[in-house]
């Protein structure tokens, strides 16, 4: 099955602690994301990627680290400078070409303790 | 930056009724897709319509690039079709797509 796999579905922060979200595609896309989605709003970017190796920071980044060492690989590092990290995440990837779709994985829950 | 507007905030339907959904924009976009969330958070990819209509099943949409707005109709509405329904849009020379705050649609039996 070709798609968005995003883990843990559910995770939780103690304070000073920083914390990895894990992203993976098997669509061979180049270009991944990273938004959050506070409750009842739209979505905003934290970092974007348009090629391995490379990456750049969205409107909120401030308090987050990505990496992107494998084109199938996006991780997103939480960490214990993000003071109000409770939100949903949300990771895509786009599709090149002629049209030019964003496709999302299921997200994961990030709560603090 | 580019505003993305999107209306009505809510909207409750009856199932079985048909619905428009807008979403006005600020800047000339080479992008643009809607997007429904479920109740789960889940994204789904409705269309990519940076101009012109498309019509997939029930639902279709209408992009007049022009005049900075896009439209997407619901015909026959069901209970499954409850969810926000977000747009998003790419001006020309970015890489990322700006989502709208939503429409959050509840569809009742």
């Known amino acids: 099955d070709g798609g968005i796999t995003q883990s843990p579905k559910y995770l939780f922060r103690k304070e000073g602690q920083n914390v990895t979200l894990s992203c993976e595609q098997n669509?061979?896309?180049?270009?991944m994301y990273w938004y959050r989605q506070d409750p009842g709003q739209g979505l905003r970017l934290i970092y974007y990627?348009?090629?391995?190796?490379?990456?750049q920071k969205g409107d909120i980044a401030e308090g987050y680290s990505v990496s992107r060492e494998k084109k199938e690989s996006f991780p997103l590092t939480v960490t214990s400078a993000q003071k109000n990290p409770t939100a949903f995440y949300l990771c895509?990837?786009?599709?090149?070409?002629?049209?030019?779709?964003?496709?999302f994985g299921s997200g994961t829950q990030l709560s603090v303790l | 930056g580019i505003q993305v507007e999107q209306s009505p905030p809510d909207l409750i339907l009856q199932e079985g009724a048909n619905s428009t959904l807008r979403c006005n924009f600020s800047?000339?976009?080479?992008?643009l897709q809607w997007f429904h969330q479920n109740p789960w958070g889940q994204l789904i990819n409705l269309f990519y319509?940076?101009?012109g209509t498309k019509q997939n099943g029930r639902l279709s949409a209408t992009t007049v690039a022009t005049e900075r707005y896009s439209l997407l109709y619901i015909s026959s509405s069901q209970t499954t079709d409850s969810g926000v329904y977000f747009c998003?849009?790419?001006?020309?020379?970015?890489?990322?797509?700006?989502f709208g705050t939503g429409t959050r649609l509840t569809v009742i039996p």
């Open positions: 895509a990837s786009m599709e090149r070409g002629a049209n030019e779709k964003l496709f």
């Open positions: 669509l061979n896309h180049d270009a």
């Open positions: 990627s348009q090629i391995v190796n490379d990456f």
């Open positions: 800047d000339s976009v080479n992008n």
């Open positions: 319509i940076p101009s």
């Open positions: 998003a849009v790419r001006i020309a020379g970015a890489n990322n797509l700006f």
